[in-house]
């Protein structure tokens, strides 16, 4: 089992910065690779980056790439996404997922996931 706690967002203008952090408990951090997601008002949730369990290696959606970065940091059992250029479309709800699979940007292939952490970007 795994917890997952996000922390890290809210109301921030245009061009502007936020970094999420998510806090991991439990058995095998390590074992898992993290992922963000993202949920708007009346859309699905949405893929946003992942870090893989063993390599370290990212993958993001298009539209966030150049502007954002997924990091990890297991000493602290902690992964970390850091939005830069935030524009009005980043808003949502921010989940913080971990998976054991290997199809990473499927969120039905993520066991556990975290409450969420509502990011809002105003024009």
């Known amino acids: 089992q795994v917890q997952l706690v996000e922390s890290g967002g809210g109301l921030v203008q245009a061009g502007g910065s936020l970094r999420l952090s998510c806090v991991a408990s439990g058995r095998s951090f390590n074992s898992y690779s993290m992922g963000w997601f993202r949920q708007a008002p009346g859309k699905e949730r949405e893929f946003v980056a992942v870090?893989?369990?063993?390599?370290?290696?990212?993958y993001y959606t298009d539209s966030v790439k150049g502007r954002f970065t997924i990091s990890r940091d297991n000493g602290k059992d902690t992964v970390y996404l850091q939005m830069n250029s935030l524009k009005p479309e980043d808003t949502g709800v921010y989940y913080c997922a971990a998976t054991l699979s290997r199809r990473l940007t499927s969120a039905s292939e993520y066991n556990y996931w975290g409450q969420g952490t509502q990011v809002t970007v105003s024009s």
């Open positions: 870090v893989h369990w063993s390599s370290g290696g990212t």
